[in-house]
């Protein structure tokens, strides 16, 4: 069974950083590497939106409200995935999920909470 772990959440002022992490665990490195990953959040009242996906063979997606200031990247030795947020506003403030996903198989994290503010 794969699980997800995320980490790094917390408060942040506006215009500081944060860097969320997301540790695989079940799966091996190689296995790993052949899933997409992406980053999502989801704001009290809101429905989940995607904030980063890596596809594979394919370019990186973000969402239109982080696009520039938001990085995904990842480490398959690490079965590690990262979202690497700057310039945070309040309106990023949110739970955020990482998810690994294939044609056949969908996972996501507990969440970690985010809260800019001054």
Sequence with gaps: QVQLVESGG???QPGGSLRLSCVASGIGSFTFSLYNVGWYRQAPGEQRELVARMVLGASTIYGDSVEGRFTI??????KTVYLQMNSL????????YCNVESATLNYWGQGTRVTVSS
Aim: proline share 6%; glycine share 6%; charged share 25%.
């Design 10 to 12: 917390g408060l942040a």
């Design 73 to 78: 990247s990842r480490v398959n030795v690490k």
């Design 89 to 96: 506003q309040p309106e990023d403030t949110a739970n955020y």
